[in-house]
């Protein structure tokens, strides 16, 4: 027998399989891979312990362009759970209030804290504050409106108005998202 021909009795250690840098390679099919509770364990590590590596796979989820960023931020604070039950959602539930509320009571004292902060005619902040309390009945509704804030000069608001209904939980579930041009506003997705 040669050497050649002799095989080991132990095999080769192969490599460990790292689990961010799978679900980094991943991102582009599962943009939710990151976001695997294994994964989110071993990235709070990586955030805590090793700046330079979180830099770097901060760097990589942003360069995918398929992970919010602030999601990625969130869930993977010192403070986030590591169970898979719902504690380290996005949104965390919201608990019911006790006792029977007036609509009109409600819509007149939104409309009063966004009049606080936002100069706009009377219309302007019954919509808004209409809108804002929308948000919490969109899962039971089959159209919604989507909040277009425009205006014709700059630095006049918008982005008050567009601030307010997520401060102080006034919005369910706030999110920002980014201008998109109109023709893909108006396409239809299939």
Do not use: Y
């Given at each position: 027998?040669?050497?050649?021909?002799?095989?080991?009795?132990?095999?080769?250690?192969?490599?460990?399989?790292?689990?961010?840098?799978?679900?980094?390679?991943?991102?582009?099919?599962?943009?939710?891979?990151?976001?695997?509770?294994?994964?989110?364990?071993?990235?709070?590590?990586?955030?805590?312990a090793d700046p330079a590596r979180w830099a770097r796979i901060r760097h990589a989820a942003k360069e995918a362009k398929s992970v919010s960023l602030a999601d990625l931020d969130k869930?993977?604070?010192?403070?986030?759970?590591?169970?898979?039950?719902?504690?380290?959602?996005?949104?965390?539930?919201?608990?019911?209030?006790?006792?029977?509320?007036?609509?009109?009571?409600?819509?007149?004292?939104?409309?009063?804290?966004?009049?606080?902060?936002?100069?706009?005619?009377?219309?302007?902040?019954?919509?808004?504050?209409?809108?804002?309390?929308?948000?919490?009945?969109?899962?039971?509704?089959?159209?919604?409106?989507?909040?277009?804030?425009?205006?014709?000069?700059?630095?006049?608001?918008?982005?008050?108005?567009?601030?307010?209904?997520?401060?102080?939980?006034?919005?369910?579930?706030?999110?920002?998202?980014?201008?998109?041009?109109?023709?893909?506003?108006?396409?239809?997705?299939?």
């Amino acid at each position: 027998m040669t050497a050649a021909n002799v095989t080991p009795l132990v095999p080769e250690a192969t490599p460990a399989s790292d689990l961010i840098a799978d679900a980094l390679a991943k991102l582009k099919q599962d943009p939710g891979a990151l976001f695997e509770v294994e994964v989110l364990v071993l990235l709070r590590q990586a955030r805590k312990a090793d700046p330079a590596r979180w830099a770097r796979i901060r760097h990589a989820a942003k360069e995918a362009k398929s992970v919010s960023l602030a999601d990625l931020d969130k869930l993977t604070q010192d403070g986030a759970n590591d169970s898979a039950e719902g504690d380290s959602e996005i949104f965390p539930e919201v608990t019911l209030w006790p006792t029977p509320v007036d609509g009109a009571e409600l819509l007149d004292g939104l409309a009063i804290i966004i009049r606080r902060h936002v100069i706009a005619d009377p219309a302007t902040i019954h919509a808004a504050a209409l809108w804002a309390a929308l948000t919490w009945f969109i899962d039971v509704v089959n159209v919604a409106p989507i909040a277009n804030v425009t205006a014709p000069e700059k630095r006049c608001g918008k982005t008050v108005l567009l601030g307010l209904p997520s401060a102080g939980r006034v919005q369910h579930r706030p999110r920002r998202t980014v201008p998109c041009p109109a023709t893909l506003a108006a396409d239809p997705v299939d």
